[in-house]
DNA sequence: CCCGATACTTTTTTT
DNA sequence: AAGTATCGGG
């Protein structure tokens, strides 16, 4: 048969890429330049040309949107479903091979999987139960050095306190946490992979069987993985597989999380490591790229990779200095009027920011002029809490000894059952060696506690046990759609005031529909690994914890942080707040590691851009409820002038260290206009023009508008007509 | 148990 | 500024 169409399509790089034989391969990909295709190419190469079978495929990412994409890109390559391919995250191959072999592993079959709240909350217990001051070793910070160790595959007993207090008490929390998670059937994310780690490690057998099974590993995003995550992918490498590292240093942003950026370094230096630069761009035009190129030429330890493309030149980079954040937002709105004036869709455009809570003005911008926008980030949907509630519900019907579960859902919606019923039942637990539910049937049935706390108590756990024996009767949607509605978690929302109760119960029903279509897509599947469908759905979701925002519109402004940016592309992109302290943000500018990790991410902003890049920074902000003033990033300065054209130049009255931006003056284009001319804009309609500032040609104009109230606007963007 | 007052913090986020 | 955590009173 022929396969050459698989290379079909593909530059020369590309090609070697795709079908180097090397047994270690790495894959430098810049921005833009087709990484997700070599990957995805590589992958059906190795199964159409040299007949590898699907299951010897190993493909290893950290988000399960990138494995579904890349599973899905390979199958229409292929055209034919792959479903026995292990292609995943981290996490949910290390759960698969957990669930697989859970004796060898020494853990229960029904293992539940904790995100890093229930972790927290654990630990809280933990540090209280042991009664170690709180304000010396808060929960956070506690967990925060547990999941570095792990992170680190290092076991209590490997910790060397050296007389250090400090350490020894976190060590001693540490093994407390450990036994508990033990005890109580429980893994958090850090977990999982360390203890799939050692299994493959210890066990010469499963050893044995995964080295003979995956020929062919690959992994994406390498420049993201921490040092557990290197040792776990060396352990599935036996002498006969071949691994595929592909990543760019120079998108290394998640170092703050235990991101290894070293690891690309020394598998690049491995003997019989074949290195290929992916270095042509496909996405951005010449002047972006230039910019890009040279922002992050200022960093130093980088493998080293030039990104061009036969792309033109296209527009210069725009850089707009707003007076104020409010202004910022004026234009941000400006822009995106144009472009859609120009014919562009809102969902072309995307704003980008360094924290959060920079996209308040700009929403309440773009709010009042009535343009659509999303936010990514911020709450998950299977992190609300009314998720949540319904979930541990779930969790304790399907294992009553699930304490955690017990703990929450015993006290909400609230039943007569407060913290001091719920300390005693603790204690009971404690002295008995029962789990919460077994230790409240104790209590029933031996009439320890009395009047309303027992009543309160009776009616839970029945309630609990009734729920279990349906849990095999129903249909999964209406096994959850009965708990919703008898657990009084719906009339509890229903009293809530204003709209947040509405919202919460409409997630709740999404609940239902989610479980409906989760027995829809793997009614094929084998499920043998779990006891029910609800506890198959149960593992996927701690696992998925599914997307930000449903889509509500689907032509909108994107509006997202610089991280949550990586990997996607916009036609127009604007990266907003390009001041000092806020990015580079204040608290990385003192490291040379963290300052160097503040320009790789804004060589990530600038590389989102596919024609239209703008930067725009405030002389003034409010920030944490005070006024500051601070200079232009350094970020600004580092793209050189000639790709540049400022917007408005104005001396900056905090232009200090890094010296003013404001250069190539002849350069700026205004239109003519007099007080008092009668003007029309496209979206806030006809006005006057109260004043204009600059000298001699002026840059910006303010004007009233009949509807909207006054305003500034930039005369070379208002896209004023004169009437 | 719910509420309001008060103190405190404030970068980025996936699993 | 604004959100969150904690505590004490009703």
Not at 403 to 407: G, I, K, R
Not at 517 to 523: C, D, P
């Given at each position: 048969m022929d396969v050459s169409y698989i290379l079909d399509d593909l530059n020369d790089a590309q090609r070697q890429a795709v079908t180097a034989e090397s047994q270690r391969l790495l894959v430098l990909a810049g921005a833009g330049s087709g990484k997700t295709k070599v990957l995805v190419h590589r992958i059906a190469w190795m199964i159409k040309a040299l007949n590898s079978s699907t299951h010897s495929v190993l493909a290893v990412t950290f988000t399960n949107k990138a494995a579904n994409e890349m599973t899905s890109r390979i199958e229409q390559i292929l055209s034919q479903p792959i479903p026995e391919i292990w292609c995943g995250t981290f996490h949910s191959i290390s759960n698969r091979i957990l669930r697989r072999h859970h004796v060898q592993a020494d853990l229960e079959k029904d293992f539940s999987i904790l995100?890093?709240?229930?972790?927290?909350?654990?630990?809280?217990r933990i540090v209280k139960r042991l009664e170690i001051d709180e304000d010396q070793w808060p929960a956070d910070k506690v967990r925060w050095q547990i999941n570095k160790w792990k992170d680190d595959g290092l076991r209590p007993n490997k910790i060397e306190d050296k007389g250090d207090f400090n350490i020894e008490i976190l060590k001693k929390i540490y093994i407390d946490y450990e036994?508990?998670?033990?005890?109580?059937?429980?893994?958090?994310?850090?977990?999982?992979?360390?203890?799939?780690?050692?299994?493959?490690?210890?066990?010469q057998d499963l050893r044995n069987l995964y080295h003979k099974k995956f020929k062919n590993i690959l992994i994406d995003e390498f420049q993201d993985t921490n040092?557990?995550?290197?040792s776990w992918i060396k352990n599935f490498t036996g002498d006969g597989s071949n691994i595929t590292a592909v990543g760019d240093d120079d998108q290394s942003i998640y170092g703050w999380r235990g991101a290894k950026i070293e690891n690309i370094n020394s598998f690049s230096k491995e003997k019989r490591t074949q290195i290929i630069r992916l270095e042509q761009n496909y996405r951005s035009t010449g002047n972006i790229l230039n910019a890009a190129n040279a922002v992050i030429g200022k960093n130093s330890n980088r493998l080293g990779k030039k990104l061009w493309t036969a792309d033109s030149k296209g527009d210069p980079i725009h850089v707009f200095e707003a007076y104020s954040e409010q202004e910022e937002a004026n234009f941000i709105v400006d822009t995106v009027v144009r472009a859609t004036e120009d014919g562009d869709y809102y969902?072309?455009?995307?704003?980008?920011?360094?924290?959060?809570?920079?996209?308040?003005?700009?929403?309440?911008?773009?709010l009042r002029q009535n343009i659509p926008y999303i936010i990514y980030g911020g709450v998950r949907f299977y992190e609300r809490l009314e998720i949540k509630n319904v979930i541990s519900y779930l969790r304790l019907v399907i294992n009553n000894n699930d304490?955690?579960?017990?703990?929450r859902a015993i006290s909400v919606p609230t039943r007569g059952i407060g913290q001091k019923t719920l300390a005693e039942l603790r204690r009971i637990a404690d002295e008995s060696g029962l789990s919460l539910f077994s230790a409240a049937k104790k209590v029933i049935e031996e009439k320890i506690f009395k009047g309303k706390g027992l009543n309160s108590l009776t009616s839970f756990i029945n309630f609990i046990e009734d729920c279990s024996e349906k849990l095999y009767e129903l249909p999964a949607h209406e096994f959850v759609e009965m708990i919703i509605n008898q657990s009084g978690l719906i009339d509890h929302h229903m009293k809530e005031k204003g709209e947040k109760g509405k919202i919460r119960i409409e997630n709740i029903n999404e609940l239902i529909s989610a479980v409906k279509?989760?027995?829809?897509?793997?009614?094929n599947d084998d499920l043998s690994e779990f006891d029910s469908l609800i506890a198959a759905f149960l593992s996927s979701v701690s696992l998925d914890m599914g997307e930000t925002q449903a889509n509500k519109t689907d032509d909108a402004v994107q509006l997202m942080t610089l991280h949550s940016a990586k990997g996607l592309e916009f036609k127009t992109v604007l990266i907003v707040g390009m001041e000092e302290s806020l990015f580079p943000h204040a608290r990385s500018v003192e490291s040379i590691n963290e300052l160097e990790e503040e320009r790789r991410l804004c060589y990530v902003g600038i590389t989102r851009a596919r024609k239209k890049l703008f930067l725009t920074y405030t002389e003034y902000r409010r920030l944490y409820g005070r006024d500051s003033y601070n200079p232009p990033s350094r970020f600004i300065t580092e793209i050189p002038d000639d790709h540049i054209e400022f917007i408005r130049p104005k001396q900056s009255f905090s232009?200090?260290?890094?010296?003013?931006?404001?250069?190539?003056?002849?350069?700026?284009?205004?239109?003519?206009?007099?007080?008092?001319?009668?003007v029309v804009h496209s979206t806030f309609g006809e006005g006057v023009v109260l004043n204009i500032e600059g000298d001699g040609d002026s840059s910006r104009?303010?004007?009233s508008f009949h509807e909207v109230g006054t305003k500034w606007l930039v005369s070379a963007y208002a896209n004023l007509k004169r009437i």
């Open positions: 995100d890093s709240d229930d972790q927290l909350r654990i630990i809280k036994n508990y998670m033990r005890s109580e059937n429980l893994l958090d994310f850090a977990e999982l992979i360390l203890k799939s780690y050692e299994l493959i490690r210890d066990n040092s557990i995550q290197f969902k072309d455009t995307a704003v980008l920011y360094r924290s959060n809570a920079q996209s308040r003005v700009i929403e309440e911008f773009l304490n955690n579960a017990l703990e279509s989760f027995a829809i897509i793997h009614k232009s200090g260290y890094y010296g003013t931006v404001a250069k190539n003056k002849d350069k700026i284009q205004t239109l003519e206009y007099a007080l008092g001319d009668n104009i303010q004007v």
